[in-house]
């Protein structure tokens, strides 16, 4: 099983600011099948990125994905208010689909 | 639009028994793979299990495998787990999502509410 880390587990920034999440998996995760999740309290989770990179329908321009093998990044270029959140990695490259325990963005 | 409405859940005994259900709209059901994931209270995701269009192909999180089926009834457009020896450690909300492809591609790109479901004495 492809075990995630994710870091930092909480990141406290403004509004505006550039967030920076790590990804990090155990063994190298077949061409590049990791997708990123938002979630806010109380909500179910959000697709934001497939693929390592691919942006999901509707999604914002700000939030972007990239890395390889076993790193990846997402990247939220200015936060906006309803960025603040928890985000999940997830690989989908084998039978098993893992998440990481996620990294929670929160406003400083 | 697409809908995922997940029921079946409740205060369950360890070592009993509960069936989850899915009932899906919005969409061609059979034209798509379909996952359960779930959270425990406070904790992060968990996929459970996913089956391709046809049922051809399933997959079970080792934590489940061999206690739980996961199953669909295209006539119907509704998904199923089946949770047999239920521990306290199952305790979480269940959620059903669709995935993007006709197989267990596992990109979920459309998820329901969940369901709660307690495993407690």
């Known amino acids: 099983e492809i075990v995630l880390t994710q870091s930092p587990g909480t990141l406290s920034l403004s509004p505006g600011e550039r967030a920076t999440l790590s990804c990090r998996a155990s063994?190298?995760?077949?061409?590049?099948?990791l997708a990123w999740y938002q979630q806010k309290p109380g909500q179910a989770p959000r697709l934001l990125i497939y693929?390592?990179?691919s942006r999901a329908t509707g999604i914002p321009d700000r939030f972007s994905g990239s890395g390889s093998g076993t790193d990846f990044t997402l990247t939220i270029s200015r936060l906006e208010p309803e960025d603040f959140a928890v985000y999940y990695c997830?690989?989908?490259?084998?039978?098993?689909?893992?998440f990481g325990p996620g990294t929670k963005v929160d406003i400083k | 639009e697409v809908q995922l409405v997940e029921s079946g859940g409740g205060l369950v005994q360890p070592g009993r028994s509960l069936r989850l259900s899915c009932a899906a709209s919005?969409?061609?059901?059979?034209?798509?793979?379909m996952h359960w994931v779930r959270q425990a209270p406070g904790k992060g995701l968990e996929w459970v299990s996913g089956?391709?269009?046809?049922?051809?192909?399933?997959g079970y999180a080792d934590s489940v495998k061999g206690r739980f089926t996961i199953s669909r009834d295209n006539a119907k457009n509704s998904l199923y787990l089946q949770m047999n020896s239920l521990r306290a450690e199952d305790t979480a909300l269940y959620y059903c999502?669709?995935?993007?492809?006709?197989?267990?591609?596992?990109?979920?790109?459309?998820w329901g509410q969940g369901t709660l479901v307690t495993v407690s004495s």
């Open positions: 693929g390592a990179s």
């Open positions: 919005g969409f061609t059901f059979d034209d798509y793979a």
């Open positions: 089956i391709s269009w046809n049922s051809g192909s399933i």
């Open positions: 997830q690989q989908y490259g084998s039978s098993s689909k893992t």
């Open positions: 999502a669709k995935d993007t492809d006709i197989a267990v591609a596992g990109i979920m790109r459309h």
């Open positions: 063994q190298s995760v077949s061409s590049s099948y």
